[in-house]
C-alpha cells in the first residue's frame, strides 16, 4: 500500500501500480487513450499527463505521464492544476487535427472513448483550419469495417492484434502525420479475434459490420445479461436488441471467464437469431397436394392435441441436448420421466463426455477458470486445436506463454505494466507451450515444440508423459525419440510453477483424455498445483452431462421394444449427431415426432409437430460451462409470435397433460427449484444470479437507458398509442427504462455506464480494482470442484495399434466458423467457413498418386463424399481429415475407417 | 522472385538466426538498389525470405522515405523541407523546380529522368536552400541556376 497525495489529499494505492491505474481505480477523471487494462501502458498518447511535485515545497511541478509513472509512497501530484489540464486540451486539439468530427454519421458516436475524453478535457472548439487528410479505407472481410479517417493514432489496435492476439496482418503503415493502420492489401483479417478491435479502438476507425446492416445507437437498445451459446466456454456477453431484431454482441467483462474478449464466433454468430426460417407458432405436418407440409395452429390447438401424448398410462421418449439450457433438458425430463430421457448425444460423444466428467468429478487436479489459463507457466495440449473449439482459452493460452519471460522482465526491475521495455526484456523468449494434435493447430506459432500423430500415438506420448512425472502411472510402449520428447515435456512441466495440461474430445479418443488426466494428476501426486483443462463440444455439454442418462442408440432401441408412441426432441438436430438412417428408423418408429427448438433443423422438417421455441436471447436458462460454471442467461427481449422457452413449451404440455397442475412452475424461480430438488448436483445453480424478488431500491432493474429513444412512437405503425411494458416475472428486469438502474449486482448488468464514460471502456469503474473481479464478485457458480485426496487409480496405456492396413482412419478437423450449428447459419460467419475437403499428408497422397486440388472420393460407412484434396506436410500420416459439421455435409462418425479414390472425370 | 545473389547478400546481414526480420531496412536498401523501387511482389519475397508476413515489412518499408513503395524516374530528387531551408528559400527553389520539370512533390516527370521528392533537413541547415539528386548533396542551390544542377543528371 502506498500514500500519494492528489491535489493534496492523501489517498490509498496499491503498490507497484502506475499512476493512471491508480487515478482510475480512486474514481478520478484522467483522460487516456493508448492504456488498456490487458494491454498495459506504452505513453504513446500523451493523454493522461499530470503534474508531480517534488515535495510540498515543489511549487512549480513538471508534467509527467500517469500511465508511465509508477506509484511510490508520499508522492504529490496534481490532476487539476491549469497546466496539466492544458496541456491534455491541446493533446486532443491535436489528435483532432485530421480527425473528420464526423459523430452524427460514425457507429462509434454515442459510445466513443474520443468523445468522452473530449468532453472530459473540455476542448470545445477545433483552432486548426487547413486541409485534413483523407485515407482510403480498406476491406478488411465481413466483421469489421473500417475508416481510417478517424484514427488519432493511439496504436491500441496493433499492440493488441499483434502482441496480445498474435496476428500477423494487421499493422502501422508511414510515418509522421500519416500513419495508417491496416493490412499492406485489402483482405479478411486474419485473427480469430478481431472483433475485439471494435471495442479495443477508441474512435470508429474499427466498427462493427454485421452492425452496420441494422445500426442502433447504443442507448437505444434493450439488453440484458447473456452468455455466448456458440461454443462450451460460455463467455459472457451483452446481446442488443431493436424492433425484434438481435443486432449486435458486445463483450460483457467476467474476470473469471473471457474478461475483456470475445472471439469472432461468439460476436458474429448471433444473426440465427433474425432468421425468417425460425418456426414462430406451432406447426403440424399435413398433407397437402400429397406433399408433407408444416401449418401453423395456435398455443391452444397445439397443447390440447399433443398434451394427449404424455397423459397418464401412454409412454413418451424424450432426448434432450447439449445446446439447450439445464431448465429446457430438466422440463423434458420431468415431462417423459426420468427413464425416458435420454441425453440427445449419441453412444461415442456420450463415452467422451462422460470420460471427462469422471476424471473432473473424482480427480485431485483443479480445473481453472478460463481467465486463469492466463496465470498458467506450462501448457501441454493434447490433440486439441483450441482456437478452432475453444477459441479464448486458445487466446489466454497464448498470454500464458509470456509468463516465464514476463518473471525475467520483473527480476530485472521493470513494472509489468510497462509494455515496450517488457516485450523488449522478453524479446523471442516463450515459455513452454507442448502441442500434441493430429494436425497442425492455430497455436503452433507459440509453441516450444508440436507433435503430429495419431490419437493413439497422442495418447501414448501422454501416458509416457505421465510415466516420466510418476512412475506409479503406467508406461507407454513408445519409441526413442517420443519417449524423448516425453522426458522434456514432462521436464518443463515439473519445474513450472503451475503447470497447466489440455485436453479434449475433439481426437474422438478417451485414451487421449485419460492420458491428459494421468499427466494431470502425476503432477499432483508430486505436490505440483497441475491444472486440468477440457474443451467441450457445445454451450451446455457439461450441463447435460451432469443429468447422466442414456444416449440417442439407447432412444432407438427403447422405441424398437416398442411401447412408446411419442418421441420429443428437444433443440437438437439428430441428423447432426447420428447416421441419417438412424434418425430416419428413429422418426419413423415413433408415431408422434414433436421437436421443441428455435431452429428449422433437418430433424424439425421432419416432425409432425414443432414448437418454437427461444433462443439464447428470447429467454432465461442456465448453461453449464466446460469446467462446470453455472451461468446464468437473461430474455433480452420478447420474441415475435408463440415462441417462448422451450422449457416453458415443455411445462405447458406437462399441465395440459395433467400431470402437472396448470399453476405449477409458472415462474422461472419456483421451476428452478424443482429441478434443483431433483437433482442435487445443481443446488449451487440457484446462486448463480438473483431470483426475480430482488430489487434495488424496491425497483426493478432496466433492460433500457435512460436516454433510450422513440418508446412513444416506436410502434405507431401498429398502434398510436404507446404500448404497455410486458411484466418480466422471471428475473429481477424489466423491459423498459423504469426502474434502478445503478449498484446493479454483477449477474444483472448488461450495460456499464456512468456519467461521462460511454465507451466500452467504462469497465474499469465497475472493478474492484483494474484488471479485478467486478464490484461485488463476478458472476457464475462453479458445480465441480477437485478432490485433493482423490486416490483414483491412473488409467491403463493405450495398446498402440500402428498397423497400416488399407483403410485410413478418417478424423474430424474442427472449424471455428462453419463447425458450430448456430453461427453457421449467421451470414458473415458462413461466409469464413471452409470449402469441403479432405486432407491427407504429403508424403501419404503422393504414395497414392495424388497432389493437392485433386478431386477425390472419401468412402466412409458406404457413403461416398466427393471433395477435393489437401495436403499438409506435417500431420500424422495414415490419417485422413475432414471438416467436422459443416452444413449440407453427411454425418459422420469419427474415427472411421475411410477409403480415398481419385474421382473419375466425366 | 529474389536471386541468390540477392539473397546471399541479405543474408550477410542476418546476425542472429530468431531475428531474421532485424535484416529487413537492409533488405529493403539491397533490393530497392536493384530494381529502383520496392514493388509488392518484392514485399512478398522479402518478407517470406525473412520470415515475416508483407503486412509487417510493409509497415516497415512505408516508414523510411527513402524507401520507394512507387516507380520513381532514373533520378531522384529529394528537396529539403526543413524549417531552416524554408527560411533561406525553399518554396523559391521548390516552384522553379516544379516549373522547371513540370511535375509537384510526389511525381515523375513524363521522360521518367527525374522524381521529385520533399525531404524533412538533409542536414545542412547553413547551407540552404539544399536538395539531393540521387546520392550527391547539393547546397546553397540558386533557383535561377537550377540547369547547372540538372543537367548533370541524364
Ligand atoms: S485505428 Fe483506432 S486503435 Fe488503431 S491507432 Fe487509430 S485510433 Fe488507435
Ligand atoms: S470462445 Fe466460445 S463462448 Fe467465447 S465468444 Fe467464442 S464461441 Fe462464444
Ligand atoms: S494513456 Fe498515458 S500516454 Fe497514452
Known sequence: MAIIYIDGKPLETQDGQN????????????PYFCWHPALGSVGACRQCAVKQYRDENDKQGRLVMSCMTLVTDGMRISVDESESKDFRANIIDWMMTNHPHDCPVCDEGGECHLQDMTLMTGHNYRTYRFKKKTYVNQNLGPFINHEMNRCIQCYRCVRYYKDYAGGHDLDAFASHNHVYFG??????????????????????????????EHFTRRWDYTTAPSVCVHCALGCNITPGERYGKLRRIRNRYNRSVNGYFLCDRGRYGYEFVNSDKRPKAPLKRQMIDGKPVHVPMTRDEALSEIGKFFSNGSKAIGIGSPRASLEANFALRALVGAENFYLGLSKADGKLLSAVLEIVLSGPARQPSLGELKDHDAVLILGEDMTNVAPIAALNIRQSVNNQPRANAKAMGIPEWNDLPVRRAMDTDRGPLFIASVAPTRLDDVATQTFHAT???????????????????????VSGEVRAL???????LQSAQKPLVVSGPSCRSEAVIQAAANIAWALCRKAKPAGIYFAAPESNSVGLGLFGGANIENAAEALRKGGADTLVVLENDLYRRVPAALVDELLSLAKHVLVVDHQY??????????LPGATFAEGDGTL??????????????????????????LRRLRAASGKGREDEWISFDSFLHALVAEIPAFSHILDAAPTAAFRVGGLKIPRQSHRYSGRTAMKANVAVSETGVTADPDSPMSFSMEGFSMMTPAALMSSFWTPGWNSAQSITRFQEEVNGPLEGGDPGVRLIEPQPDSAVPYFDAVETNESHDAAWTALPLYHIYGSEELSASSPAVAELSPKPYAMLHS???????????????????????????????????????LPAGLEDAPYIEFPAAAEILRSVTS | MLSDALKREIESHIHEPEHRAAACTEALRIVQRERGWIDDESIRDIAEFLTMTPHELDGVATFFNLIHRRPVGRNVIRICSSVSCWVLGYDKLRDALQKKLEIKPGQTTADQRFTLIPNQCLGCCDHGPALMVNGDLHRDVDPDRLDDVLNRYA
Open chain 1, 19 to 30: 499512476l493512471l491505474e491508480a487515478c482510475i481505480e480512486l474514481g478520478l477523471n484522467v
Open chain 1, 183 to 212: 493490412r499492406h492489401e485489402d483482405g479478411v483479417l486474419e485473427s480469430e479475434f478481431s472483433g475485439n478491435l471494435v471495442e479495443v479502438c477508441p474512435t470508429g476507425v474499427f466498427t462493427d459490420k454485421t452492425l452496420k
Open chain 1, 455 to 477: 490419437p493413439d500415438g497422442i495418447a501414448s506420448l501422454g501416458f509416457a508423459i505421465a510415466n516420466f512425472i510418476d512412475p506409479q502411472s503406467p508406461a507407454a510402449n
Open chain 1, 486 to 492: 516425453a522426458q522434456q515435456i514432462a521436464t518443463a
Open chain 1, 601 to 610: 433443423s433437418a430433424t424439425a422438417q421432419k416432425a409432425e409437430y414443432v
Open chain 1, 624 to 649: 453449464v460451462n466446460n469446467i462446470g460454471r453455472a451461468q446464468r442467461m437473461m430474455q433480452v427481449f420478447n420474441p415475435e409470435g408463440e415462441i417462448t422457452e422451450s422449457w416453458r413449451w
Open chain 1, 843 to 881: 508424403d501419404d497422397a503422393r504414395a497414392r498418386g495424388l497432389l493437392d486440388g485433386d478431386a477425390v472420393t472419401v468412402k466412409i460407412d458406404g457413403q461416398e463424399i466427393s471433395t477435393s484434396l489437401k495436403t499438409n506436410d506435417t500431420m500424422a500420416r495414415g490419417v485422413v481429415c
